[in-house]
């Protein structure tokens, strides 16, 4: 079985510019989440959307970032204009339901913003 | 407040021994779940298990063991005869019903298991 896929695996760019981070989760899963991994701030979740509608977005650390959910098979996280404190390994996660249930991550994107 | 406390921030072991990960939480609520995940080299979260709040039985899995302790709000980890592939970061992680489907991370275990 598929696990949750994202894209892209490495991404490097410059200060400034547009970065989408896009996420594929598991098939059946109605629950998908957006966490950041920074050594000083360790794993913090970003958003969370169940079947397609944002829940709770309260660790979207600003208006730089948004996150959408067109369809039950993807989503993306864009940061408009990228900072170097963007920098960090950004995980989607998906899982059945809400509150309680497993949590499965992908492999995450390593990003680094010069 | 909902908290996740790993108090060993580094392990270092030598290939067989058992190693003890520890996990104490803090929440008001009545109903949470409390996950382990590792965090393999490779940098990918692996779900190791789900533990809910009304059950206290301890568990096993194959070298794995889970000791679940409401009285001490702790939910321990014990790796037995550790090989050089557990070698990880490992998370401890709380969810609350109150909270929705929101994770409370620990700040994780590096374990590392020497040959």
């Avoid at chain 2, 000791?67 to 790796?79: A, G």
Wanted: hydrophobic content about 35%; glycine content about 6%.
């Amino acid at each position: 079985d598929a696990g949750v896929i994202q894209s892209p695996r490495h991404e490097v760019t410059e200060m400034g510019q547009e970065v989408t981070l896009r996420c594929k989760p598991i098939s059946g899963h109605n629950s998908l989440f957006w966490y950041r991994q920074t050594m000083m701030r360790g794993l913090e979740l970003l958003i969370y959307f169940n079947n397609n509608v944002p829940i709770d977005d309260s660790g979207m650390p600003e208006d730089r970032f948004s996150a959408k959910m067109p369809n039950a098979s993807f989503s993306t996280l864009k940061i408009q204009p990228s900072e170097p404190r963007d920098s960090a390994v950004y995980f989607c996660a998906s899982s059945v339901g809400t509150g309680g249930q497993p949590q499965h991550f992908g492999d995450g994107t390593r990003l680094s913003i010069l | 407040a909902q908290k996740v406390t790993q108090a060993q921030t580094e392990i270092s072991v030598v290939e067989k021994e058992d190693v003890t990960l520890d996990c104490v939480y803090e929440t008001r609520d009545t109903t949470y779940y409390l996950f382990w995940y590792k965090q393999p080299p490779s940098g990918e979260l692996v779900f190791l298990i789900r533990r809910n709040s009304f059950d206290e039985q301890n568990e096993i899995s194959g070298r794995y063991s889970w000791n679940f302790q409401k009285s001490t709000s702790s939910f321990n980890f014990t790796i037995t005869a550790s090989q050089v592939v557990d070698s990880a970061v490992y998370f401890c992680a709380l969810n609350f019903l109150a909270g929705g489907s929101r994770l409370t991370f620990g700040e994780g275990t590096q374990l590392t298991v020497n040959p």
